[in-house]
């Protein structure tokens, strides 16, 4: 039911994304784990006479459960243990400095420094740097019980137990979260194709951009084995050819999206009977009872079903001719290497880590010269909402602030109701739960479901009760002041953002894919790389657009009118491979100077994005054939091309 607001009452559109909440199904092994996990070291510390130590651990836990976010258990191993021992550097170091005045304000603004930058590696670099800034503001803020030993050890121990519970299931469900990521792949083609020809609005774009996430997804989940036993297991040899396999389909979809003719249903029901196998692991034919092709396109779709059902039949597949379509990674050491490098020269990653570390620094300060109570709630604030990869600075001091008011009013609850003792450890069972279901929808709601067990936690340790409500409101809302004027308003690139250099660099490689299509004699192989890397850059474009598309004007309003552009250019790739396929199945391959042309036109839009920050105006004449092959491309470009003319 659709809600009417008041004439000029309506919110902003940047508001409603904000709050609205993201659609994920609920995780319910994390949630169980979560609760064991978190519980689990209350229980024991109350056991012990030790509840303090109980809540030290418990709070190792949380960060356990916040970093549990894979499927495979290999890159849980990485998501979770490699956090666990930056966060233990973190707490040590802090504790090392706890009430040293000034020498404690720089320390933490120099964590924050590092944090920032080594952010911008990648996702589990990411966690870490987080980790390392959240536990030495702990530990520089609040007073740890015990030998100075004793608080890394508990903290990670908690999180390394949310690591033992998530790898019980290993050896009994070993490869079956990379199956279930490849049959998932499967299915997110058979929509694809089912939505094909589709005149509903916007389903086949939709349906499209999921099943680049799936390849995305999949393909880093085989990576996280891949290192280590690429050529050598048969399980990842097999795994690696049935995804493979799924891009000559994923090919002739624009092709037959383009002739605006539903695909007969019997297309995508075969798809789902190999997505079956695939997850079970079964071998053997099986049949696919696909219709006769009646052109090009059906041909097209036709031999690559049938290739694909012979990859899944087949028991066993030589590695020898595997392409894994994004290339064997360097050895670790290597790429250790090479990210350090790529950190320590990189003027973003550097912005990254001066903006954070300001703004930690500017926190630090204040508690220092101004008596705040629980003061070190201020820079925990600042380190959840100001953390560069996590999105909008804007929209996030927003929901945390929102998230924390939420949060308080069942801490409040908590607090007033619930005895301190041995009632904690049910209570806790009941809230850390809501941290994996409450986490997949938002930031805001994240926060509400964090919020009141951190309070618990602190209760713990601190013993003030309800006392904490009121401090952790005010620092928060300190927290998210700091994170936005010297975060936000005084970096002119996080509200004066251009369009940026990602999306213009997107354009330029749409036009070497489409010289490569047609011009080139690149091997099938490296073409289909290319394509995945075009699509996987698309689809990071795409986040950040809607990222950006949370933030008030003028940003917002800009975000909004370039987004049209990502999508036209997400169309131009589809119509250059759908020529490809039909090229490919009989149609007359085009001229060179028609792929000329293309290419120059896609690159004169390229440069223009670049170098403009609102639409300006550019040549839209794309004159050639009409019954060429590249007549669809063409159309795609001219749209897009027009998109970039202001009207």
């Known amino acids: 039911m659709s809600r009417e607001f008041p004439i000029g009452l309506t919110p902003p559109d940047w508001l409603v994304r904000n709050l609205q909440p993201q659609q994920a199904p609920v995780n319910r092994p994390a949630a169980a784990r979560a609760a064991v996990a978190m519980a689990l070291p209350l229980a024991v510390g109350l056991a012990l006479g030790q509840p303090a130590y109980g809540a030290l651990a418990s709070m190792g836990a949380l960060s356990g459960v916040i970093s549990d976010t894979a499927d495979a258990y290999r890159m849980r191993i990485l998501n979770i243990a490699i956090p666990q021992l930056f966060g233990a550097v973190g707490i040590t170091l802090g504790t090392f400095v706890y009430g040293h005045g000034w020498l404690t304000v720089a320390t933490v603004t120099g964590l924050a420094l590092v944090s920032g930058m080594i952010s911008t590696i990648g996702a589990v670099a990411s966690v870490s740097g987080l980790l390392l800034l959240l536990n030495s503001v702990v530990g520089a803020g609040l007073p740890i019980p015990g030998d100075w030993r004793l608080a890394p050890a508990l903290m990670t121990g908690g999180g390394l137990l949310v690591l033992l519970l998530a790898l019980l299931s290993w050896p009994m469900r070993s490869g079956v979260p990379e199956r279930g990521a490849v049959a998932d792949t499967y299915r997110t083609v058979a929509a694809l194709l089912a939505a094909s020809g589709s005149d509903v609005t916007g389903a086949y774009e939709e349906a499209r951009h999921t099943v680049t996430q799936s390849l995305n997804q999949s393909y880093d989940v085989i990576l996280a084995r891949r290192t280590r036993h690429h050529g050598h297991s048969p399980e ?43 997850e079970t692991g079964r071998t053997g034919p099986t049949a696919l009872d696909l219709p006769v092709p009646t052109d090009e396109t059906g041909r097209a779709i036709e031999h690559a079903l049938r290739h694909a059902a012979e990859v899944v039949a087949a028991p066993d597949v030589d590695p020898r001719g595997i392409d894994d379509r994004l290339g064997r990674p360097a050895a670790l050491g290597v790429r250790a290497a090479r990210a350090a490098r790529n950190v320590t020269l990189s003027a973003a990653s550097w912005r990254y880590g001066l903006r954070l570390a300001l703004c930690i620094g ?7 010269v101004v008596p705040v109570a629980r003061s070190y709630w201020v820079a925990l604030t600042i380190t959840f909402v100001l953390k560069p990869d996590f999105g909008s600075v804007f929209s996030r001091a927003l929901l945390r602030a929102l998230g924390t008011v939420a949060g308080l009013v069942v801490a409040a609850a908590v607090l007033a109701e619930v005895p301190r003792g041995w009632w904690d450890v049910p209570t806790m069972m009941l ?57 936000y308003l005084l970096w002119p690139e996080s509200w004066h953002t251009r369009v940026g250099d990602r999306l213009a660099d997107a ?66 790739v589809d119509a250059t491979t759908a020529a490809r396929v039909r090229v490919a199945h009989g149609c007359a391959p085009p001229s060179p100077a028609e792929v000329s042309q293309v290419a120059l036109q896609l690159r004169e839009l390229s440069e223009g994005v670049r170098e403009a920050e609102t639409l300006v105006a550019v040549r839209t004449d794309l004159a050639g054939p009409a019954d060429s092959v590249l007549e669809g491309v063409r159309r795609e470009v001219a749209t897009a091309r027009a998109i970039a003319t202001p009207h």
């Open 431 to 487: 809230l850390a739960p809501l941290i994996p279901v409450l986490t997949p929808r938002g930031y805001g709601y994240q926060t509400a479901a964090i919020t009141p067990v951190i309070l618990l936690l602190s209760d713990i340790l601190n013993h003030l009760g309800t006392a904490l409500l009121l401090p952790r409101l005010t620092d928060s809302l300190m927290g998210c002041a700091i994170a936005l004027v010297a975060g």
């Open 236 to 278: 990842l040899t097999r795994l690696l050819a049935q995804l493979n396999a799924m891009t000559p389909v994923v090919e002739a979809a624009p092709a037959a999206h383009q002739s605006g003719r539903a695909l007969p249903p019997e297309i995508p029901r075969a798809v789902l009977r190999l997505a079956r196998a695939v």
């Open 362 to 368: 500017l926190a630090q300060v204040l508690v220092s």
């Open 507 to 572: 354009v330029a490689d749409t036009a070497g894919y489409v010289e490569c299509a047609f011009l080139d004699t690149t091997d099938p192989a490296a073409r289909a790389r290319m394509r995945r890397r075009l699509y996987r850059d698309l689809s990071v474009v795409r986040t950040e657009f809607q990222r950006a598309l949370t933030e008030p004007p003028p940003t917002g309003r800009r975000a909004a009118a370039w987004w049209p552009l990502v999508v036209a250019v997400e169309r131009i």
